[in-house]
């Protein structure tokens, strides 16, 4: 098995392929394997690395503050890259591993050829009163992530009905996760700004959203108004995460984006 001992933890990778290398970040509950149709598809002309931030899925223990712990995922998958011996790639990040994406912009830029932030937001909105109730969400959640999973899954299903793949994966995701860990990385989104450093950001990006929620289009849309280079694609009849609703337009997207840069 691909598991390589780093930064006091082992994290668990798969990678297909060779070229220019894409790194993909899973968002918060799923794993790696969330990104089996984009290793399948992309392998054939990139390097595609794909692995479980510590705290999830096969990686190990997060012992991390909630206030430590985004930096630490994030020197987690430098060191990676330096153990695969990749200086620069592209980093692809859904929801919560948008927020990554946008950390290692903003505290390793030399090591990014271009990102891709999808499903995800720039900072959460503590100051509004939408912003506090969700704040408080965060802290409460706590129930969710310990009730048996099997309680949760009629109203996922409800949810995902049109879009099987997704809810396969979210099914088994669900059935397998590791409560205390998850809820220790939602307590890391709390309170979040990037937005005054993505402008500083000035290599191509790309941001991807599934077109089935308001708010996560009105959210994306705020990602990509502080990016120099951003463009924005809304992809149709798509929930979060939209890469494994509709992974064969979401895989056309990127490639178009990277065909156009030359990546």
């Not at 809810?167 to 809820?183: A, K």
Request: aromatic share 10%; hydrophobic share 40%.
């Amino acid at each position: 098995m691909p598991v390589v001992n780093l930064n006091g933890t082992s994290l668990y990778y798969e990678t297909q392929g060779s070229g220019p290398a894409l790194l993909f970040i899973h968002g918060h509950g799923w794993t790696h394997r969330m990104f089996k149709p984009q290793l399948d598809y992309f392998s054939e002309r990139y390097r595609v690395i794909a692995c479980d931030l510590r705290g999830n899925g096969r990686s190990g223990e997060l012992r991390q503050s909630p206030d430590d712990i985004i930096d630490t995922q994030c020197l987690d998958l430098i060191m990676l890259l330096n153990a695969l011996q990749i200086r620069e790639a592209v980093f692809v990040g859904i929801a919560y591993g948008g927020l990554i994406v946008q950390q290692i912009a903003k505290q390793y830029p030399e090591r990014v050829k271009a990102i891709v932030i999808a499903d995800s937001f720039c900072r959460s909105e503590v100051s509004t009163i939408l912003g506090k109730l969700q704040l408080a969400a965060a802290y409460l959640s706590w129930m969710d992530y310990y009730a048996p999973g099997e309680l949760l899954l009629p109203s996922l299903r409800l949810a995902y009905r049109r879009w099987g793949l997704a809810y396969s994966e979210l099914r088994r995701n669900v059935l397998d996760r590791r409560p205390r860990e998850l809820y220790r990385q939602r307590l890391a989104t709390r309170r979040i700004d990037y937005s005054a450093h993505l402008t500083d950001f000035n290599r191509p990006a790309l941001g991807v959203v599934g077109d089935c929620t308001v708010y996560g289009v009105e959210r994306m849309k705020e990602v990509v108004s502080h990016l120099p280079q951003a463009k924005l694609a809304i992809i149709p009849d798509a929930n979060e995460p939209s890469s494994l609703c509709q992974p064969e337009t979401f895989n056309a997207v990127i490639e178009q984006f990277l065909e156009r840069q030359a990546l």
